[in-house]
C-alpha cells in the first residue's frame, strides 16, 4: 500500500470521528467506534492526536459509578468557523462568521451599490473580515475556509464565473480573488448547489437528493449516491431552459422559445396576469399575484392550473431522471404551493408512479425561501476540510 493510501485512510477515519461528534456532545470513545465500525484502537489513537491538534475536549463528568470513568469527548466547535460570503443580492453583500455546528457567530449585511468589480467586492469583503477580527482581538478561532454563494456558474475548467445574473460577476476570477485576498481554502457554488449539500448534512442517510429552487430564476441542485453532480465544467445541473413551456414565449436570457424560466420565474409567473403593473418592483408584483391567488376567479384558477402543472411536470423529468430519495422544493414558490399542489401531484401520480409508490419523500419548506445559505457553505467547507492537515 502507498503512504499516500496510508495518510487517506486516517484522514478519512479522522473525520468520520468528527461526524459522529459534529452535532453530538459527550460521546466515548467505545460509542464512537460503535457507531463508524472503526475499532477501538484505532478511534483511540486518532482521538489523541484530535485533542492534541484542539479539535475535541475531554468533558470531565462527575463520578457516577464506581471504576474508570470512560473518557467523555466533544468537539470544540467554537474554536473552528467558517467566514460566508453571500454575494446573490443585487448591490448587497451579507458576510457571516459561523462555527461547524452552524451556528452564526456574527452576520452583516451591506450596501455595495457604489462598487463596480468583483476585484473590488473582494477588496471590501477583506476589510470587512479585517475588521471582524480587530474588533476580537483575544480569539483564537481558526478559520477552516471561506464560502461564496454566488448568483453563477463557476466553471472549474477556466475558473471563471459563467452565467452570472449580475453582470459585474460574469467572467470574473472570483475564486482566485478571493484565495488572493483571505489565504484560506475557498469554496464558491451557486444557491442550488448549496442547499443541496445542506439537505445532504440535514437529512442522513438520504443519498440522493434534488433540490429545486423557483424565485427570480430556475435552478437546481442534485445529489447523487452522495456526491453533487457538477459536470464536466461544472455548468450541470442547468435546467432553465429545458424547452417544456409555451413555445410562443421568447426566453429573454437565451432567445430560444418555450424555456421553462420564462414562465416559472417570478417575473414569468406575475405576467399570468397581465393588470399587474409591470412597472413594480419586482417583490411588490409578487405580493399582487399572492394575493390574487387568495381571491379564487376563473383567471386565478386557469393561473394556478397552469403553473402547478408546469412545475409538476419539470419536477417528474427531474424525478424521473434521478430517482432521488428526497425531492426538495424551496424559493419564492412555496409561498404559493399549496394552491399548485394538486396540479403538481396530478403530474407526479402521472408521470412518475413509480418513484411516488416508492415513498418519494417530497419536502415544500416554506422557511427554506430564506434558505440559509451560511449553514450550506459551512457544510461545503466542512466536508472538504482535512483535520489533521
Ligand atoms: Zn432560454
Known sequence: MQINDLIDIKNKNAKSILNELRFKDMLTKKSIADSTKLSFATVSNLCNELKVLGIIVDTKVGEKRIGRIPDVLSLDCDQFCIVALDVQLESALGFAIVNLRHQIIHKQLFDISHLNTAQEVVEFAARVFQDYLAANPDSTVTYIGLGASIPAVFDSTTGLLALSSLPIYENSPLKQLLVD?????????????????????????????????????????????????????????????????????????????????????????????????????????????????????????????????????????????????????????????????????????????????????????????????????????????????
Request: glycine share 8%; with cysteine.
Open 181 to 389: 485576498a483571505f489565504n484560506m481554502p475557498v469554496y464558491v457554488d451557486n444557491l442550488t448547489n448549496i442547499g443541496a449539500l445542506s439537505v445532504y448534512t440535514c437529512y442522513p442517510g438520504h443519498k440522493n437528493i434534488i433540490c429545486l429552487d423557483v424565485s427570480q430564476g430556475v435552478g437546481v441542485g442534485i445529489i447523487s449516491e452522495g456526491s453533487l453532480i457538477r459536470g464536466k465544467n461544472g455548468y450541470a445541473t442547468e435546467i432553465a431552459h429545458m424547452p417544456i413551456g409555451d413555445l410562443s414565449l421568447r426566453c429573454p436570457s437565451c432567445g430560444g422559445y418555450g424555456c421553462v424560466e420564462t414562465e416559472l420565474s417570478l417575473t414569468g409567473m406575475t405576467r399570468c396576469f397581465p393588470d399587474v403593473d409591470e412597472e413594480l418592483p419586482l417583490l411588490k408584483r409578487w405580493e399582487c399575484l399572492i394575493q390574487k391567488m387568495r381571491n379564487p376567479s376563473e383567471e386565478t384558477e386557469s393561473v394556478v392550473r397552469h403553473i402547478g402543472s408546469l412545475i409538476g411536470q419539470l419536477s417528474a423529468i427531474l424525478i424521473n431522471l434521478f430517482d432521488p430519495d428526497i425531492f426538495f422544493i424551496t424559493g419564492y414558490i412555496t409561498d404559493i404551493f399549496d394552491w399548485l399542489k394538486p396540479y403538481f401531484y396530478q403530474e407526479l401520480t402521472l408521470r412518475s408512479s413509480l418513484s411516488m409508490n416508492r415513498s418519494l419523500e417530497i419536502i415544500v419548506d416554506q422557511n427554506a425561501k430564506h434558505f440559509n445559505i451560511y449553514m450550506g457553505l459551512c457544510d461545503a467547507l466542512y466536508n472538504l476540510w482535512n483535520p489533521l492537515h
